[in-house]
């Protein structure tokens, strides 16, 4: 039961380089997210996806792009990595329409640009 | 825009006391959650709080939901090591239109010390 996996796991990147970080869940949800972690700022939500072909932007969406062609994949791309944007980042998912809406989350991908 | 407020952020406190995790929000909802976070790791959900006087109980820890005052609580009782983490809450509802979103504290990094 592998729930929601992010892909990669570690990642070290230049200044200016790009990179896709890769969301899958198998729980048929219809919500995905992605939110990024930094010492004392809590969770902030980057942008958000509810439903297949749809997303939305976030608190911080700045410097991100993401895409949803299908509904068990979220990806989040960074077309020209900056040292700001080393973290932590999460990625859920949820069903809001059944009631419970609690969310499902990644292991987290750690991003360090140099 | 809602907002969620913790506090305290930093707690630190011995074995065998009590205390408790507040948690405010800034507009109506009656969804709260309440993870889990230990270092390196992912969250893990501990509580799912749907209605106004909800408590919920699990070993040494007490959630409830006050969606009047828009508070929750995180009630620790008799603390062990064990339970040294990082806790959120998250509050659901409908923020910047129509869609459901979920906005997270910052967190409250809890210490218990022998």
């Known amino acids: 039961n592998a729930g929601v996996t992010q892909t990669p796991k570690f990642r070290v990147l230049k200044t200016g380089q790009s990179m896709t970080l890769l969301c899958a869940q198998d729980m048929n949800h219809e919500y995905m997210y992605w939110y990024r972690q930094d010492p004392g700022m809590g969770l902030r939500l980057i942008h958000y996806?509810?439903?297949?072909?749809?997303?939305a932007k976030g608190e911080v969406p700045d410097g991100y792009n993401v895409s949803r062609l299908k509904k068990q994949n979220f990806l989040l791309g960074l077309e020209s990595a900056a040292p700001s944007q080393t973290s932590v980042y999460f990625c859920a998912s949820s069903n809001p329409g059944q009631g419970n809406t609690e969310a499902f989350f990644g292991q987290g991908t750690r991003l360090t640009v140099v | 825009e809602l907002k969620v407020e913790q506090n305290p952020l930093f707690l630190s406190m011995q074995e065998g006391k009590n205390y408790t995790i507040y948690c405010n929000y800034s507009?109506?909802?009656?969804?709260l959650y309440w993870y889990r976070q230990d270092p390196g790791k992912s969250l893990e959900s501990l509580f799912v709080l749907l209605s106004n006087g909800a408590v919920k109980q699990e070993g040494r820890l007490m959630a409830s939901l006050d969606t009047k005052a828009r508070l929750s609580t995180l009630h620790i009782t008799a603390a062990v090591h064990d339970l040294s983490a990082t806790y959120f809450c998250?509050?659901?509802?409908?923020?910047?239109?129509?869609?459901?979103?979920?906005?997270f504290g910052k967190g409250t990094l809890l210490t218990v010390n022998p």
């Open positions: 996806s509810v439903g297949e072909g749809t997303t």
């Open positions: 507009t109506t909802s009656d969804r």
């Open positions: 998250a509050v659901g509802g409908l923020s910047g239109g129509s869609n459901y979103k979920l906005t």
